[in-house]
């Protein structure tokens, strides 16, 4: 899976972001609760809450859709009630980034999107032979 390092303005990680649509959030739930010193995962329904808030080592961390977009998630440490992140992460998120890592694509999401594709090609070649009778 692709992931992306997120940095603060002086270089520190401050989390990292991966593509949103190719995991469910049951999915997500699973990595988390898979990795060591990840304790406290809850799924969070509505805009105003982070959509999975989860402790790591003792630090309040959460995984979240950044404002107006919804490709991809940001894996990071909380800050209170607001998303931004707190100015020094206390925590090391290589782990958890490590099992996002690993884990594979849900295969039902790329068949869906393979059968789509399929169905695209087929109704264009329906449409061109039916121009050409």
Known sequence: MHIVSRHLADGTPDGFEFNRNLLTNKSVMRVLASVEGVSNVKRHWGDWKPAIEFSYRGAPCVVYLPHRRSDVYIVSESNGMSLAPPKKPTVDLAPIRIAFEKEPPEW??????????????????????WLET
Do not use: N
């Open 108 to 129: 039902w999401i790329l068949a869906a999107g393979f059968v789509a594709i399929v169905v695209t090609l087929a109704a264009a070649v329906a449409v061109k032979l």
